[in-house]
């Protein structure tokens, strides 16, 4: 059992998120908390690692493609449109071996740690060889994103995609596309369900979650034009019969809404609905160009929307209907997505100022919601529990300093919990982070990654491993 002495938490979630000072968290061994005292209650405890600032659930990142961190400025001196940079990326997919991908994502990975993240969901689509084989293990390029989470310490939601075709006029996949394809949604299946089989993944059922030591599986329809309709109902059925959450790219761009429309008569979130996609258990990424009628299914659905708001922003993708679509019934989570930045807090916080810009005007959720949605949304989209720093829930805690000068602000003493969420949502960054905490295991302290060495030890073997990829 690990003991945690908070110094001011934020406990539980909103609407009945309570904020205390000199809070005790216990752990048990399988990374849950078990116990929970403050004030007087924990008083006298001596022994406990002490958190100083205030501490919060560990954030989630809904959705990343971890080698596209290679491309962080690489892409800004060349304009375009996200097609355009998806040519770039399709350079680095190209490239990536199964160790080049291990050492890339163990950094990437250490660096969202130390932003403040404690769980990933990996998007995953690149399954095969550069030549478009399958490896001996065909799971070999899956494998190595798992053993890149347990070498950095981060909770791991593999996420295996389907991608099957290059359009929705059912073209075949060519150049770096190849290594994405399984060959139809069968093989697709056989081998997810070799993954399954294997005994390193956990349910992934957030209700019935298993051992919290281990990471989850989830399954995707990587998008409308990169999976045919029948296929899709392959992906979701899989999803179904397992409870297993189901993730999938939707409406980001306008051309493939229209492409959509011409080749079948129907938006992708009806074509998507018609296959069986949607459900409690489903996550729609992006989510940006939606009709009313699509937020309306989704909302009734109660489909998890995962925004990427810094990711939208730097490929022009355009901005959600984030607010409607959670007055429709969708909960609400981020992801950094491409890691054109890795900070919880700017992710956090654009997801509401990017609605204050297309709705004119403010404080479209509440500062709790918001902090529920970077933390507790992600959490359970990615089939982990989602109680916050309560008994039950995860022994993932994140402690933010509150003496940089980003932090300074009134007394913090008896403010409620908006308060203290907008100071954390609104105020902090990466930057602040001062201790993470993930299953009762302290993996980041003084701004340093427990298990892969200071920042700048870190910054230089992500550097080599960003220039073993990106070529000439």
């Given amino acids: ?251 980001e761009q306008r051309a493939e809404n229209d492409a959509c429309l011409k080749a079948t008569g129907r938006t992708p979130t009806d074509l998507l609905g018609a296959a069986g996609a949607w459900s409690k258990r489903a996550t729609a990424v992006h989510a940006t160009h939606l009709s009313p009628g699509d937020v309306s299914r989704l909302g009734l659905s109660e489909v998890s929307i995962c925004a990427c708001p810094t990711t939208e922003r730097d490929l022009g993708d355009g901005v959600g209907l984030f607010v409607e679509l959670a007055e429709a019934g969708c909960r609400l989570c981020v992801g950094s997505d491409s890691h054109a930045v890795i900070d919880p807090f700017e992710e956090t916080r654009s997801l509401e100022l990017n609605q204050r810009l297309t709705h004119e005007r403010r404080v479209l959720s509440p500062p709790s919601a918001l902090l529920v949605a970077g933390t507790a949304g992600g959490a359970a989209a990615l089939g982990w529990p989602a109680a916050g720093i309560a008994p039950g829930g995860l022994a993932d805690l994140v402690s933010v300093r509150t003496d940089s000068v980003r932090l300074a602000g009134r007394d913090l003493d008896g403010s409620g919990a908006d308060e203290i969420a907008a100071r954390i949502v609104f105020a902090a960054g990466a930057a602040d982070v001062d201790t993470v905490v993930v299953g009762g295991s302290v993996v980041a302290e003084g701004g340093e990654h427990v298990r892969l060495g200071p920042p700048r030890a870190l910054a230089e073997r992500l550097s080599r491993a960003i220039e073993a990829v990106l070529g000439d």
């Fill in 1 to 251: 059992m690990a003991t945690f002495l908070a110094e001011l938490a934020w406990c539980g979630l909103a609407p009945g998120a309570g904020v205390a000072r000199d809070v005790l968290v216990e752990s048990r061994p399988d990374g849950a908390v078990s116990a929970l005292r403050a004030g007087r209650e924990a008083g006298g405890v001596q022994e406990g690692t002490r958190l100083e600032g205030i501490t919060v659930p560990g954030f989630v990142n809904a959705h990343s493609h971890a080698f596209h961190r290679a491309l962080r400025s690489v892409s800004e001196p060349l304009s375009g449109d996200f097609w355009s940079w998806r040519q770039l990326m399709y350079g680095v997919a190209a490239r990536l071996t199964p160790d080049s991908y291990r050492e890339l994502a163990t950094c990437v990975y250490g660096e969202m740690l130390l932003a403040g993240y404690t769980t990933v969901g990996e998007f995953h689509y690149l399954h095969n060889d550069q030549d478009g084989r399958r490896f001996g293990d065909p799971n070999e390029m899956g494998w190595a994103l798992v053993d890149a989470a347990g070498e950095a310490g981060i909770r791991l939601t593999l996420i295996d995609a389907c991608y099957l075709q290059a359009g929705m006029g059912g073209e075949s996949l060519e150049g770096a596309q190849v290594r994405f394809g399984d060959g139809s949604g069968e093989a697709w299946s056989a081998r997810v369900s070799r993954l399954a089989d294997s005994g390193r993944f956990a349910n992934g059922d957030p209700d019935d979650p298993g051992p919290l030591d281990r990471p989850r599986l989830a399954v995707a329809i990587h998008s409308v034009r990169a999976v045919p309709e029948p296929a899709m109902g392959t992906v979701a059925g899989l999803a179904a019969a397992n409870e297993w959450p189901l993730h999938v790219h939707l409406s």
